[in-house]
Every structure is written in structure tokens, then in C-alpha cells.
């Protein structure tokens, strides 16, 4: 068999639900600008899989050993809903939760398709999204990274597919709201760019984890270190970002095309679950500044350091203050 046209990787957690709306959006084949049609691959690594077992085996016992399924793992077997309803999908369960990073870079070991879209499995993908992507990719080398439009599914945009490497004054315009109650001003907007026209394409500083797509000759020559992609030093968060500004120091641009879009069904989290992923947010984010933006070696590093970290400080205070004066639950990065 041939190289396929795209690899699409998926890291899943507990998203039993979610990953079938997903997996049921991505098309087999995409039709080239040539005329040709590419095979599409998808890999999905489950980071949950050991969670969903051992809660299974809970369940058998506190059955009697029957064999049932306990309720422990209702909703959370990703590997059950993949074999049966997606028998093409190669699924990779992980023995441990790897997080974000190191997962996608098992997936990335896995396939090789000439593309690579490192996917969230709460979207829902369009042929059209992928093939237009792929063709501006082909067509320039000089892009490292691009993501559509996202859109939640209240219709609005995830503000996050679009973003600068903000400096601290923008970072503390997103945290306190004056991004948001000024959108079309460019000097308190530069965060999530909403000055910008949403159905243009741009460069951009960064683009959101849920949607990046690049050549696999870029990541594997110019981006990985010892064939990872993603700096696995982040759990979660931030990886995203890291990988942008690597992308762009080795020269290479990012890119948002709001010609084309697709669906980010993004969570909405109780008030102790916002606290909790806000702290995660902000502090993963200051480590990406702490690695790119510090003179190591210097002698003024470490008030570098301390700037970054009072600032991140803020923000994060700022942040969480605002969301328990208004109520405000979605998360986003910030």
C-alpha cells in the first residue's frame, strides 16, 4: 500500500460519546487539487484505557464475576465504541494516562501519512475543512502549522484557533475582560485577535490544540527533537502553544483559514472543575514563556523569570476573581 495523504491523530480520555461523532465526520479519502484522491488514516490513542478497565473489573466483582459491566465504566470505554463502530480506526490503548503530548507522539510514531492532524476527538470534521487545509499545505511549503475556523456549538468561534504570543499587556486585557468588552479594539484585543475578520486567513502566533495539521517531513526535520513532536515536559496544557512557537522559530509560518470550519464541541466545567483547570491553564502557559522567553545564561535571568511569574500570577488572580463575580464557566485557554 502506498503512503497515505493524512494521518489523523486522536487522543482520547474518557470520551466515549464524543469520539463517535468524530470518527463518523473524517472521510476515508480526500480528493487532491490534481484530481487525485489520498487515503486518510486515523490512530486513535486512549488515554483512558486503564482507568476503563480497572473500573470494569470493579464492576465484575461487585457483580459476582459474571462478567457484567459494572457502572463504573458506562460512557468511558473509548476501545469498546472504536472496535465495534470503527473497525479502520488503529486504536492504541495506552497502559497509563500519557497525557496530551507524549500520546499524540505515540501516534505520530504509529502512522505515516505524508500530513499529519493532531485532532481532539469533541470535533466534528468536514471533507471540505480537510481537503482545503491539505491543498494550502501542498501548495506552501512555507506553512507549518494552519487550523480553520472552529466553531462551538452555540455557533460562536473558539476564540482560541486564532491567537498571538501575546505580551503581557495583552495577557492581562484576556484576564481581566477588557478583551472582551473591547473585541474590535486592536490595542486590548491582541490576545485572540477579534479585531481580525473571522472569514479571512492570516498568519497567526498560535492556533488551538483541538485542530493543527502539518507535513510530516516538517515535523520530523525541523520541529521534533528525538522524534516528538510535542514537548512531553506538558501534561495537558500548553503543549499547543510550545509547538507554535517552535514552528515559528524554525522559520516557519502559522496559519488560520477561516474560509473553511469546523465544530469544537468544548466542555463547560462546574465551578470547582473551572478553578482547577484555570490554575492548570495559566501555570502550564508561564512554563511554555519561562522556556521560550528567558535569556538562560544571562545574568538578569532570573529577573526575567520573576517578571514572567508575578505576571502569570495576576493573570491567573484576575482570571478566577472575574469568573466568580459573573459566574462565567467556560474554560478556554488563556
Not at 522524534?227 to 509560518?253: K, Q, S, W
Amino acid at each position: 500500500m502506498g503512503q497515505p495523504l493524512l494521518s489523523i491523530i486522536i487522543v482520547a480520555y474518557q470520551s466515549r460519546d464524543e469520539i463517535g461523532a468524530c470518527l463518523g465526520s473524517i472521510p476515508r479519502e480526500l480528493a487532491r487539487a490534481d484530481g487525485t484522491r489520498g487515503a486518510v488514516e486515523v490512530c486513535v490513542v486512549d488515554n483512558s484505557a486503564a482507568a476503563s478497565a480497572a473500573a470494569r473489573g470493579a464492576g465484575e466483582t461487585e457483580r459476582g464475576g459474571k462478567g457484567e459491566r459494572g457502572r463504573g465504566g458506562e460512557g468511558d470505554d473509548v476501545g469498546e465504541r472504536v472496535r465495534r463502530d470503527f473497525p479502520w480506526v488503529d486504536y492504541v490503548a495506552a497502559e497509563t494516562n500519557l497525557g496530551f503530548g507524549r500520546a499524540n507522539n505515540l501516534g505520530f510514531a504509529k502512522t505515516r501519512g505524508a500530513f499529519v492532524l493532531f485532532l481532539n476527538p469533541d470535533t466534528v470534521c468536514t471533507a471540505a475543512a480537510l481537503e482545503h487545509c491539505v491543498a494550502r499545505l501542498e501548495a506552501d511549503r512555507a506553512i507549518g502549522l494552519i487550523s480553520p475556523k472552529l466553531v462551538t456549538a452555540d455557533g460562536t468561534m473558539d476564540l482560541a484557533c486564532r491567537r498571538s504570543i501575546p505580551t503581557l499587556w495583552d495577557g492581562f486585557c484576556r484576564a481581566s475582560g477588557l478583551a472582551g468588552r473591547w473585541p474590535g479594539c486592536a490595542w486590548v484585543a491582541g490576545y485572540n485577535l477579534t479585531f481580525l475578520p473571522e472569514a479571512q486567513t492570516y498568519d497567526v502566533g498560535a492556533i488551538n490544540g483541538a485542530f493543527m495539521m502539518g507535513a510530516r517531513w516538517l515535523f520530523a526535520a525541523e520541529v521534533a527533537a528525538d522524534g516528538a513532536v510535542f514537548d512531553e515536559r506538558f501534561f495537558m496544557y500548553g503543549d499547543d502553544l510550545d509547538l507554535c512557537i517552535r514552528v515559528n522559530e524554525a522559520g516557519f509560518r502559522v496559519v488560520y483559514d477561516g474560509r473553511v470550519a469546523i465544530t469544537h464541541l468544548k466542555g463547560v466545567s462546574v465551578a470547582k472543575e473551572f478553578a482547577v483547570m484555570s490554575r492548570a491553564i495559566f501555570d502550564a502557559n508561564r512554563e511554555v514563556y519561562l522556556k521560550h522567553f528567558v535569556p538562560h545564561g544571562a545574568w538578569w535571568a532570573g529577573l526575567v523569570k520573576l517578571k514572567y511569574r508575578v505576571a502569570f500570577g495576576i493573570w491567573k488572580a484576575v482570571a478566577l476573581l472575574r469568573a466568580k463575580q459573573t459566574g462565567h464557566r467556560k474554560v478556554r485557554p488563556v
